[in-house]
C-alpha cells in the first residue's frame, strides 16, 4: 500500500513534474541497465555478451508485438471510457487485453520453442539453450507491457515505467552477481535466466498495485466487449509498435546476420547509452499521449494545439542537452565495457544525432495514434522500417558498424519527418519544435 501510495503523490503534480520525475526513473532505470550490461560484458566477455545482446532484442521485440497494439491502445481507449463515463468497456477492454496479450505471447512461445526442439539447427548452438529460456520470458514480457499500457492510459506514469524500466533491470543485475557468485557459469543462459526470474518479480508487483488501484476505482456496470473496434484501433498499432521497435533494434538484428558476435556486441553497446536520449522522447509521451485523447475527446482544440507546441520544444531542448550530454561522457562509458568498446563513439554520436534530429519533429506519433490516424501512421512507419532494413543491408558490407549506425540514424530522422508532414496533412496540427 505504501508503495501505491507513494507513486500516486508524485503523479499528482502536474504533467511537467511528472514528466520529470519519468525521465528520473528511466535515468535511473538506464543507470541500472547501463551497469548490468557493463557486468555482463565483463563477466561473460565479447562473444557471451553478444549472444546475450541478440537474444534479448528478439525477446523485447516479440514482446511487444504479442500484444497486437493493446497496450498503446489502452492509452486511446481508457482516458476516452473515463471522460464518457463509459464504465461497462473500459472493464472490458482491461479483462480482454490481458487475456488476449497473455495468450498470444504464449502461443508465439510455444510455437517458437517447438521449432527450435524439432529443428536444432535453426539457430547456432550456442543461441539455442538462451533461445528455449527466453521463450518462458515472452509471456511475461507481454503481459508486463500491456500492464504498463493501462498504467500509462489512467495517468499512473510512475507504476508504468517503475516496475519494467527500473526495477526488472536492477533485479536482472543483483540475480547475476548472486549466480555467479554462487558458482554458475558467466554464460548468456544464464544472464537470461536471471532476466526470466527479474521480469516475473518485477511483473508480480507492478500487477499487484495496478490491480488494487482498479479496483479502489470501479465504478458499476456489466462488461463490454466491442473487440472489433479495440482491434481495428489496436492492430494498426501494433504495427507501428513494432516497426518502432524494429527502428530500435533492426540495425543489432541485421548485424547478428552479418558480424560475428564480439562485433554485435560492441556496436549494441553504443546502442546501450542511446537509450538514455530515447528516454527523453518516452518521458514525454508517457504523460502527453494519453493527453491529447482527452484533449480530442473534450473538443479542446485550442489547448490540444497549446499542449503539442509546448511539449515538442521541451522535448526537443530535452534532448539535445542529453545527447550532448551521452556524447561528451562517451569514451568513459564505453571504456567501462572494456578498451576495444571505445572505438563504437563515432557511432554513438551518429545513432544521437538522428534521434535529435527526429525530436525536432514534435509528437506527430504520438498525435495521430491517439487521434485517428493510427492506420496511415502504420504504413508510413512500416514502410520506412523496410527502407531501414535494405539500407542497412547495403551499407554494412561496405561500412561495417559505421554502415549500420548511418543507416540507422539517416532513417531515424526521415521517419520523424514524415509523421511531422503526415500529421500535419491528416489532422491539421503543427508539430516541429522550431513552428510558432
Given at each position: 500500500?505504501?508503495?501505491?501510495?507513494?507513486?500516486?503523490?508524485?503523479?499528482?503534480?502536474?504533467?511537467?513534474?511528472?514528466?520529470?520525475?519519468?525521465?528520473?526513473?528511466r535515468?535511473?532505470?538506464?543507470?541500472?541497465?547501463?551497469?548490468?550490461?557493463?557486468?555482463?560484458?565483463?563477466?561473460?566477455?565479447?562473444?557471451?555478451?553478444?549472444?546475450?545482446?541478440?537474444?534479448?532484442?528478439?525477446?523485447?521485440?516479440?514482446?511487444?508485438?504479442?500484444?497486437?497494439?493493446?497496450?498503446?491502445?489502452?492509452?486511446?481507449?481508457?482516458?476516452?471510457?473515463?471522460?464518457?463515463?463509459?464504465?461497462?468497456?473500459?472493464?472490458?477492454?482491461?479483462?480482454?487485453?490481458?487475456?488476449?496479450?497473455?495468450?498470444?505471447?504464449?502461443?508465439?512461445?510455444?510455437?517458437?520453442?517447438?521449432?527450435?526442439w524439432?529443428?536444432?539447427?535453426?539457430?547456432?548452438?550456442?543461441?539455442?539453450?538462451?533461445?528455449?529460456?527466453?521463450?518462458?520470458?515472452?509471456?511475461?514480457?507481454a503481459?508486463?507491457?500491456?500492464?504498463?499500457?493501462?498504467a500509462?492510459?489512467r495517468?499512473?506514469?510512475?507504476?508504468?515505467?517503475?516496475?519494467?524500466?527500473?526495477?526488472?533491470?536492477?533485479?536482472?543485475?543483483?540475480?547475476?552477481?548472486?549466480?555467479?557468485g554462487?558458482?554458475?557459469?558467466?554464460?548468456?543462459?544464464?544472464?537470461?535466466?536471471?532476466?526470466?526470474?527479474?521480469?516475473?518479480?518485477?511483473?508480480a508487483?507492478?500487477?499487484?498495485?495496478?490491480?488494487?488501484?482498479?479496483?479502489?476505482?470501479?465504478?458499476?456496470?456489466?462488461?463490454?466487449?466491442?473487440?472489433?473496434?479495440?482491434?481495428?484501433?489496436?492492430?494498426?498499432?501494433?504495427?507501428?509498435?513494432?516497426?518502432?521497435?524494429?527502428?530500435?533494434?533492426?540495425?543489432?538484428?541485421?548485424?547478428?546476420?552479418?558480424?560475428?558476435?564480439?562485433?554485435?556486441?560492441?556496436?549494441?553497446?553504443?546502442?546501450?547509452?542511446?537509450?538514455?536520449?530515447?528516454?527523453?522522447?518516452?518521458?514525454?509521451?508517457?504523460?502527453?499521449?494519453?493527453?491529447?485523447?482527452?484533449?480530442?475527446?473534450?473538443?479542446?482544440?485550442?489547448?490540444?494545439?497549446?499542449?503539442?507546441?509546448?511539449?515538442?520544444?521541451?522535448?526537443?531542448?530535452?534532448?539535445?542537452?542529453?545527447?550532448?550530454?551521452?556524447?561528451?561522457?562517451?569514451?568513459?562509458?564505453?571504456?567501462?565495457?572494456?578498451?576495444?568498446?571505445?572505438?563504437?563513439?563515432?557511432?554513438?554520436?551518429?545513432?544521437?544525432?538522428?534521434?535529435?534530429l527526429?525530436?525536432?519533429?514534435?509528437?506527430?506519433?504520438?498525435?495521430?495514434?491517439?487521434?485517428?490516424g493510427?492506420?496511415?501512421?502504420?504504413?508510413?512507419?512500416?514502410?520506412?522500417?523496410?527502407?531501414?532494413?535494405?539500407?542497412?543491408?547495403?551499407?554494412?558490407?561496405?561500412?561495417?558498424?559505421?554502415?549500420?549506425?548511418?543507416?540507422?540514424?539517416l532513417v531515424?530522422?526521415?521517419?520523424?519527418?514524415?509523421?511531422?508532414?503526415?500529421?500535419?496533412?491528416?489532422?491539421?496540427?503543427?508539430?516541429?519544435?522550431?513552428?510558432?
Open positions: 500500500m505504501a508503495a501505491g501510495a507513494s507513486l500516486g503523490e508524485a503523479e499528482a503534480g502536474g504533467s511537467a513534474g511528472t514528466a520529470l520525475a519519468v525521465f528520473g526513473v535515468i535511473a532505470a538506464a543507470g541500472c541497465a547501463f551497469v548490468a550490461q557493463v557486468l555482463m560484458a565483463r563477466l561473460m566477455g565479447g562473444e557471451e555478451y553478444g549472444i546475450f545482446a541478440t537474444i534479448w532484442v528478439w525477446t523485447a521485440l516479440l514482446g511487444h508485438a504479442s500484444t497486437w497494439g493493446l497496450s498503446q491502445a489502452a492509452c486511446r481507449f481508457l482516458p476516452t471510457y473515463r471522460a464518457q463515463g463509459a464504465a461497462g468497456p473500459e472493464r472490458g477492454f482491461l479483462v480482454f487485453g490481458a487475456v488476449f496479450s497473455l495468450a498470444a505471447a504464449a502461443i508465439l512461445a510455444a510455437a517458437g520453442a517447438g521449432a527450435l524439432l529443428r536444432p539447427g535453426l539457430v547456432g548452438d550456442a543461441y539455442r539453450a538462451p533461445a528455449l529460456i527466453a521463450a518462458l520470458v515472452l509471456p511475461l514480457f503481459l508486463q507491457d500491456f500492464c504498463e499500457g493501462v500509462r492510459g495517468s499512473w506514469t510512475l507504476l508504468a515505467v517503475a516496475p519494467p524500466y527500473l526495477l526488472r533491470q536492477g533485479l536482472i543485475m543483483a540475480l547475476m552477481l548472486a549466480a555467479v554462487f558458482g554458475a557459469p558467466a554464460e548468456a543462459g544464464i544472464a537470461v535466466a536471471c532476466t526470466l526470474a527479474a521480469t516475473a518479480l518485477s511483473l508487483i507492478q500487477a499487484g498495485i495496478l490491480a488494487r488501484r482498479l479496483w479502489v476505482e470501479r465504478r458499476p456496470g456489466r462488461a463490454l466487449y466491442p473487440r472489433g473496434e479495440w482491434l481495428r484501433a489496436a492492430l494498426p498499432m501494433a504495427l507501428i509498435d513494432l516497426a518502432g521497435s524494429g527502428f530500435n533494434f533492426v540495425d543489432v538484428l541485421v548485424l547478428g546476420f552479418l558480424l560475428p558476435p564480439a562485433e554485435v556486441g560492441a556496436y549494441f553497446a553504443a546502442t546501450r547509452l542511446l537509450q538514455f536520449v530515447v528516454f527523453v522522447q518516452y518521458a514525454a509521451s508517457s504523460v502527453t499521449a494519453q493527453r491529447f485523447a482527452e484533449a480530442q475527446a473534450r473538443g479542446d482544440r485550442p489547448g490540444l494545439e497549446a499542449l503539442v507546441r509546448r511539449w515538442s520544444r521541451l522535448t526537443l531542448l530535452a534532448t539535445v542537452a542529453t545527447g550532448l550530454g551521452v556524447v561528451g561522457a562517451g569514451p568513459l562509458l564505453l571504456g567501462l565495457f572494456g578498451p576495444e568498446f571505445r572505438a563504437a563513439l563515432p557511432l554513438l554520436a551518429m545513432l544521437v544525432a538522428g534521434h535529435g527526429a525530436a525536432a519533429c514534435g509528437p506527430a506519433e504520438d498525435l495521430l495514434t491517439m487521434l485517428g493510427e492506420r496511415a501512421c502504420a504504413a508510413v512507419t512500416v514502410g520506412l522500417l523496410a527502407v531501414a532494413v535494405l539500407l542497412t543491408l547495403a551499407l554494412v558490407p561496405l561500412l561495417g558498424l559505421t554502415g549500420a549506425a548511418l543507416a540507422a540514424s531515424t530522422a526521415g521517419r520523424g519527418a514524415a509523421l511531422a508532414l503526415l500529421a500535419h496533412r491528416r489532422l491539421g496540427l503543427l508539430t516541429p519544435a522550431f513552428v510558432r
